[in-house]
């Protein structure tokens, strides 16, 4: 059976200059700045042609008026056949008319028999049939006429000048205006989609193409410098987008690289797992042996030893686990709250440092936790504390102060001290790893650590306050219900009667 071939990502080739890519944006914008400057070409459209046909007429009667002068100035008002259809060619029209004083008077006229036209009345027109009127010479068909009333301008004491014109001249003009329109409206198109093109294709789309190019190759390699985005110093959105993307990176190859480091570490870990359980194994088998002796100093001493040892393997025995998911669930229990807080003051060696230990908690408290990952929570916090007080010089002791108040179904315990508190930087990042340690050389997992078990518990763990004053940390656990402790007792005698 042949092996598949193995699927590896390869590093985009960078593009070439090229100022149109087929199927992307650039090709988009084009095509739609080409499209709209068309539409809105072709929206003005009627509104040019109707003008254009109005100065048309216009001209037509202009030039009839020309020719009903020349009727004037003749000795009798009366013009030969030949002259007035020299006149009435001149024009472009086949009959004037003229009304003065309510009467009407045809001056000039065709000899030929004439159709009935339609009428066009320049005086008058509302924008429906003045915008429409093109639109019915271009498909009206052919050898109609048209009757044009207008106001006159030569012939002052006339009320209106009226004629009657063929409809073919007009229409084929209008239809060679629409050609050389629509030519116009082509280029124009063409020219300003272009320029607009270029335009957004500088300013937007290549710095958007570079955007994704660089995004493109981090994914790729996130080592690799090409990867990180270039920056061009915009102040728009353009820039900002830069800003952040190149932000983002940053903090983002910070993680994978803090990861790699934890990754390193597990790897570490898992090595020397296996050698640390056996060392903790003779510990135990040693410390079995010293507690046959029966020394009293050795069999007080033995208690915390046999704790230690025991937390030891438990957290040998899970540390692979750990390392490869996440903590393991908790085993939630009702845990005694003072000999907790007791226990984990002894492992944090609060007395090497002369820190005072007051637990502010009725008799008998208990809180609902794992006992194993409550003392590693109670205890990482007792250590800092001390650490922290150890590290500054002062005359009074350190002091430790745990209180527990409940709110609803929970318990809130807070653990309050009274060293220097903490840097400002230290406050900022506090529960991630490697960066929100306060001491020099910390790794700051101890509060990372402390606050992911809290969570899994269904508390959490948050910093209250910190100042010169000193520091409160409040600790969230789920407070145990009266009539589970019950329950739980009574299931605890269960076996002692029934062996009775």
């Known amino acids: 059976m042949a092996e598949a071939a193995p699927q590896t990502d390869q590093i985009p080739a960078p593009p070439g200059r090229r100022w149109l890519w087929p199927g992307g944006l650039s090709a988009r914008l084009l095509v739609l700045t080409t499209l709209f400057v068309s539409i809105a070409a072709l929206m003005v459209l009627p509104l040019v042609l109707a003008a254009f046909e109005e100065q048309w007429l216009l001209d037509r009667v202009r030039s009839a008026e020309l020719a009903a002068l020349a009727t004037e100035v003749s000795p009798d008002g009366k013009v030969t056949r030949q002259l007035s259809t020299r006149l009435l060619d001149g024009a472009g029209v086949v009959s004037v008319a003229i009304q003065t ?58 009320e209106f000048i009226d004629i009657v014109i063929p409809d073919d001249p007009l229409r084929l003009e209008l239809i060679g205006y629409l050609w050389r329109l629509l030519a116009v409206t082509v280029f124009a198109a063409l020219v300003i989609g ?89 510990a135990q088998i040693a410390s079995d042996r010293l507690a046959a002796i029966g020394d009293p100093k050795v069999a007080q001493a033995m208690p915390r030893l046999e704790r230690a040892l025991d937390r030891a393997v438990a957290l040998a025995t899970n540390v692979l686990a750990y390392g490869k998911s996440s903590e393991m669930a908790p085993d939630l229990r009702s845990v005694p709250l003072r000999p907790a807080l007791e226990a984990a003051s002894e492992d944090a060696a609060l007395e090497k440092d002369g820190v005072a230990l007051t637990i502010e908690a009725p008799e008998g408290a208990t809180v609902l936790a794992d006992p194993d990952q409550l003392h590693r929570i109670l205890m990482n916090l007792m250590r800092n504390a001390r650490q922290a007080m150890a590290e500054m010089k002062r005359s009074d002791p350190g002091r430790i102060t745990v209180s527990l108040v409940r709110e609803d179904d929970q318990a809130l315990l807070r653990l309050a001290d009274n060293g220097p508190g903490l840097p400002q930087r230290a406050a900022v990042n506090l529960f991630q790893p490697f960066v929100g340690s306060a001491r020099h050389g910390g790794t700051g997992l101890g509060l990372a650590i402390s606050r992911e078990l809290a969570l899994a518990h269904g508390g959490d763990l948050v910093l209250a306050s910190t100042g010169p004053d000193g520091t409160v940390f409040e600790l969230r656990l789920p407070s145990p219900r009266p009539e589970a402790t019950v329950r739980k007792r009574r299931n605890s005698r269960t076996p002692a009667t029934a062996g009775k």
């Open 101 to 158: 004083d309510g009467m009407r008077r045809l001056v000039l006229a065709a000899p030929r028999t004439m159709q009935t036209p339609y009428l066009v009345d320049l005086r008058r027109q509302n924008p429906g049939s003045w915008i429409s009127a093109p639109f019915q010479t271009l498909f009206g068909g052919e050898g109609r006429m048209v009757r044009v009333v207008a106001e006159p301008r030569l012939l002052k004491d006339s």
């Open 194 to 282: 272009g320029l607009v093109y270029l335009s957004l294709n500088t300013f937007l789309v290549r710095p958007m193409q570079r955007i994704t190019r660089a995004i493109e190759r981090f994914r790729v390699d996130p080592e690799d410098p090409r990867a990180r985005v270039q920056m061009s110093g915009r102040r728009d959105e353009i820039g900002r987008a830069e800003a952040e993307l190149d932000r983002m990176q940053g903090d983002l190859l910070a993680a994978l690289q803090s990861r790699s480091r934890l990754a390193a570490l597990g790897e570490a870990v898992a090595k020397i797992n296996h050698d640390l359980r056996n060392m903790l194994t003779s």
